[in-house]
T-cell receptor, first 110, second 115 residues
């Protein structure tokens, strides 16, 4: 079935540095979702991208969907300690299943 | 408002013992329901999903099973646990199907340790 590959698996940054995680698929995606999971917590929905080339911003977070709808990225500008957690991309498979990438675990040195 | 409740939050079970995790949703009707498992430090593996009462789709063949006896109730079970069943189990729902708004709402999770 459809898979989404996410890189890097881990990222450690100094507070204030930028962070980017990438999600790639071998097939065209109908849409892509992003979730954040705080340590010890459950995943929380951040955003959904649907259109080719779409770019959405949430404060310091910028989400992009590739022109071919096969890749996506999440960029955080000037990380803060509250950004710590694991970020997942997810894509719909068939009509009713959401398949998650392996996630990128972000740790921050204050 | 829509809420999801999942219990128990943590449990420690011996190998070979049975398992029952329960999830209920409030504030919506006919949701899609999902069980995911997350091994330590790993991604989310879809185990089962349901689009209606009594309708269960299994994604990974293993010694787990799921049931949906009521519209907003989803149960994950096992007759005999294995060590490899340890992990963080997450129940989730979608209100209008993934083709709609698409957002999944997750429960707080159940952390299972099999010894």
């Amino acid at each position: 079935g459809q898979q989404v590959m996410q890189i890097p698996q881990y990222q450690h940054v100094q507070e204030g540095e930028d962070f980017t995680t990438y999600c790639n698929s071998s097939t065209t995606l109908s849409n892509i979702q992003w979730y954040k999971q705080r340590p010890g917590g459950h995943p929380v929905f951040l955003i959904q991208l649907v259109k080719s080339g779409e770019v959405k911003k949430q404060k310091r977070l910028t989400f992009q969907f590739g022109e071919a709808k096969k890749n996506s990225s999440l960029h955080i500008t000037a990380t803060q300690t509250t950004d710590v957690g694991t970020y997942f991309c997810a894509a719909i498979q068939g009509a009713q299943k959401l398949v998650f990438g392996q996630g990128t675990r972000l740790t921050i040195n204050p | 408002s829509q809420t999801i409740h999942q219990w128990p939050a943590t449990l420690v079970q011996p190998v070979g013992s049975p398992l029952s995790l329960e999830c209920t949703v409030e504030g919506t009707s006919n949701p899609n329901l999902y069980w995911y498992r997350q091994a330590a430090g790993r991604g989310l593996q879809l185990l089962f999903y349901s689009v209606g009462i009594g309708q269960i789709s299994s994604e990974v063949p293993q010694n787990l099973s799921a049931s949906r006896p009521q519209d907003r109730q989803f149960i994950l079970s096992s007759k005999k646990l294995l060590l490899s069943d340890s992990g963080f189990y997450l129940c989730a729902f979608a209100t209008s199907g993934l083709a709609g708004t698409g957002e999944l709402f997750f429960g707080e999770g159940s952390r299972l340790t099999v010894l």
